[in-house]
């Protein structure tokens, strides 16, 4: 039996997000289903991260278990061959035996775009959430660098998150300015659902200077989703990279 | 009577072109539906160069008379708010009463962009022509330069475009290697129908010394559809800016 491991780049805006689910299109399901053709089995992945509808991947990995014969060449042209264009399998790999690219990750590495703009390139306006008026960046990426170390973000994901330890390391937090355009880089060995969304939403809050970047530490310590500031649109959001041991980049 | 001018961009991947057609999307038709609506009153648009079903653009401009009172800011947002993501309204601004973005245009500048891998990422797929296989890419940057100038382009339209004069003069024709990406960026004073991509087409037959660069005058001289390459993908294709009297950037 192989273990056949892809590394997967998407556009969201399609999609109803990764995970299949009946009624919807999802990323996770176009893929099971051009598989399933190409290999002439039925055909499961597991995907490292369950992103969103609307959020993009760069590095977005997944694997299955097959015992089709076909080349790993051959099957990422044929699969880039059947797959919508907003789907690319960037990279085949044979994957060791146990190797589950969800249980296995070490770590992900996401960025939200942010032009201060009132209008945007059509080739990139489906990726990228606009920000009017004044803008503190100096406070944001002083906010931005609050979140890095191990901490509770309870007050960072929907209050209905059924989850007993909401506790996540953050490797990197940080804001990254280049003309008009703020780019927030987090990385971490996990994150909650809507958790990147809603740091960046409280980000922009501290911009607006409706938060202080001192407050972080409450927000965290409050463990109330109501601390915090909005989730920001999916949009913005591209996942880069799942780590995994001896692989960090 | 006000006559305003845009600065559009679109990616032409979903549309039949700029120019209006019944019974297909084109950008030209969703753009004067959307000025009908907002000025509420019948919209004529001029625009600079009628690019070809799945060709993009950074810098089209059309123009339109209106007697509406509408601040330009508001026309654009208000536009910009109505329009289909993948077509944005860059600039808004008054022109002179008799500017025509068509007739008063003196030179357009066009990219064409190819890569040399066997995938790309997802966000620039449908803009992109991929190559596969060796590739002489001094002999294609050789080859480009050798349009520059005035010349007849028959060998490079249609061989039923009916035209008294398809001479044209080429202001900057050339190739930039960066990495695994090639760029073709031509600047002239007007354009035929497909001349840009017909012009790739050969280049490309160059890179895989189908051609010869030394042969671009005896193919430039034959006047026969027949001598040049084939014509490239539009996808590949986009209209960066229009040049007006006074206005050379």
């Given at each position: 039996m192989r273990n056949i491991r892809m590394t997967i780049g998407y556009e969201?805006?399609?999609?109803?997000?990764w995970q299949i689910q009946p009624g919807a299109p999802t990323i996770q399901g176009v893929l099971e289903d051009r598989l399933t053709r190409i290999l002439q089995e039925p055909v499961r992945l597991a995907g490292a991260g369950r992103t969103d509808a609307g959020v993009h991947a760069l590095g977005q990995v997944a694997n299955f278990s097959t015992?089709?014969?076909?080349p790993l060449a051959g099957l990422r042209s044929g699969l880039n061959a059947r797959?919508?264009?907003?789907?690319?399998?960037?990279e085949t790999a044979e994957a060791e035996p146990g190797f589950h690219a969800r249980s296995w990750a070490r770590g992900k590495e996401y960025r939200y775009t942010m032009v201060r703009a009132e209008v945007v390139s059509p080739f990139e306006a489906p990726r990228v959430m606009l920000l009017h008026g004044a803008l503190d960046v100096p406070a944001m990426a002083d906010a931005a660098t609050r979140?890095?170390?191990?901490?509770?973000f309870t007050s960072f994901c929907p209050a209905a998150t059924e989850l007993d330890d909401k506790t996540r390391r953050i490797f990197t937090s940080r804001i990254e300015e280049d003309g008009d355009r703020l780019t927030y880089v987090v990385r971490g060995e996990g994150f909650l659902r809507h958790m990147v969304r809603t740091i960046v939403g409280t980000l922009v809050a501290v911009g607006r200077r409706?938060?202080?970047?001192?407050d972080i530490a409450s927000i965290l310590a409050a463990?109330?989703?109501?601390s915090a500031g909005p989730c920001a649109p999916a949009?913005?959001?591209?996942?880069?990279r799942v780590e995994y041991d001896g692989e960090r980049a």
């Amino acid at each position: 039996m192989r273990n056949i491991r892809m590394t997967i780049g998407y556009e969201g805006t399609r999609y109803a997000g990764w995970q299949i689910q009946p009624g919807a299109p999802t990323i996770q399901g176009v893929l099971e289903d051009r598989l399933t053709r190409i290999l002439q089995e039925p055909v499961r992945l597991a995907g490292a991260g369950r992103t969103d509808a609307g959020v993009h991947a760069l590095g977005q990995v997944a694997n299955f278990s097959t015992e089709c014969r076909i080349p790993l060449a051959g099957l990422r042209s044929g699969l880039n061959a059947r797959l919508p264009e907003d789907i690319r399998i960037l990279e085949t790999a044979e994957a060791e035996p146990g190797f589950h690219a969800r249980s296995w990750a070490r770590g992900k590495e996401y960025r939200y775009t942010m032009v201060r703009a009132e209008v945007v390139s059509p080739f990139e306006a489906p990726r990228v959430m606009l920000l009017h008026g004044a803008l503190d960046v100096p406070a944001m990426a002083d906010a931005a660098t609050r979140f890095e170390g191990r901490h509770d973000f309870t007050s960072f994901c929907p209050a209905a998150t059924e989850l007993d330890d909401k506790t996540r390391r953050i490797f990197t937090s940080r804001i990254e300015e280049d003309g008009d355009r703020l780019t927030y880089v987090v990385r971490g060995e996990g994150f909650l659902r809507h958790m990147v969304r809603t740091i960046v939403g409280t980000l922009v809050a501290v911009g607006r200077r409706r938060i202080g970047a001192a407050d972080i530490a409450s927000i965290l310590a409050a463990r109330d989703r109501r601390s915090a500031g909005p989730c920001a649109p999916a949009r913005g959001l591209t996942l880069m990279r799942v780590e995994y041991d001896g692989e960090r980049a």
